[in-house]
């Protein structure tokens, strides 16, 4: 499982994934968000304005990253 840093919360989904690179943009984050391929905490998540803090799991592609702040 990756970490996440973040320096403020919460954070909306579609940025944590732009951010990290686990997409290629911020448009690209909304539609995989929308069509489910994201869970947060274990649950499938299609709000992309869904506020993110820390202790939280993000979850895509087979890909673990815990949210953490800094």
Avoid at 4 to 31: D, F, Q, W
Avoid at 38 to 47: A, D, K, S, Y
């Amino acid at each position: 499982m990756r970490v996440v840093e973040i320096s403020r919360e919460p954070v909306e989904l579609y940025k944590i994934l732009k951010i990290e690179c686990m997409v290629s943009s911020g448009g690209e984050a909304k539609v995989v968000i929308a069509e489910g391929l994201v869970r947060v905490n274990g649950v499938i998540e299609t709000r992309k304005r869904k506020k993110i803090v820390s202790g939280d799991t993000v979850e895509y592609l087979d890909e673990k990253y815990q949210i953490q702040l800094i």
